[in-house]
């Protein structure tokens, strides 16, 4: 990575398509069979028609097509209509209403997150021998460390905590929640720690 310093340039956030990206690589060792890696790759706000193999003749995209064309699509498949609750419900396996949020999206200011006492996807593939990875955006809750991803089942991440950013500068403007708290800043960690050096760089 390079390193070109943070500038307090405010720049537009685009609305982004977000990833979330886990990858888990089995790692048991011993006399067990060795279990397949696993990579999980969840898209924010992509539209019916974005995809090639959906009949988009605007956007080319060749390797999810392929994807799409050597394993099942899933054309009646419903999810919830935005990213927190349908992250929850993936990670835990149940519906958004039993987790709290069901409502809405987690806000830079919020408090709260994905409700402590859940035990996550990433947390049970660790007890069968995985390492557990996250790249890109977690929006499961940041108010207090014991929210954040390599405290809930992944060795490592690499990415954000809010919901969008700017792909370029990684910088978060927040609307107002309940009560009225915006935020504006620079959003992008590597685990725990502000990781400054993607600033400028498509990440
Ligand atoms: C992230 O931090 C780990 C140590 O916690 C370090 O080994 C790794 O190189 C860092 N990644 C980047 C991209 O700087």
Redesign the pocket.
């Known amino acids: 990575?390079k390193c070109p310093s943070l500038l307090h340039t405010v720049i537009p956030v685009l609305k982004v398509i977000s990833l979330l990206t886990a990858v888990v690589s089995g790692d048991l060792g011993q006399k067990q069979k060795k279990p397949p890696n696993i990579i999980f790759m969840l898209c924010d706000d992509a539209g019916w028609n974005d995809f090639s193999f959906h009949g988009s003749s605007q956007i080319p995209t060749p390797n999810i097509d392929a994807l799409a064309l050597n394993g099942i699509v899933l054309n009646s498949y419903y999810v919830s209509p935005l990213c927190t609750p349908t992250r929850g419900a993936i990670v835990t396996g149940k519906h958004p209403i039993h987790l709290g949020l069901q409502h809405y999206v987690i806000m830079g200011a919020s408090s709260g997150g994905l409700p402590l006492k859940e035990r996550l996807l990433p947390q049970y593939l660790k007890d069968r021998g995985y390492s557990t990875h996250l790249v890109g955006k977690w929006h499961l809750g940041h108010s207090a460390k014991e929210f954040t991803p390599t405290y809930r089942g992944f060795d490592?991440h690499?990415g954000y905590w809010l919901g969008k950013q700017d792909y370029y500068s990684h910088i978060s403007i927040d609307g107002k929640d309940s009560d009225g708290n915006g935020c504006w800043g620079y959003d992008f960690r590597?685990?725990s720690?502000i990781?400054r050096?993607v600033f400028g760089q498509y990440e």
Request: glycine share 0%.
């Open positions: 990575m490592t690499f590597n685990n720690e990781h050096n």
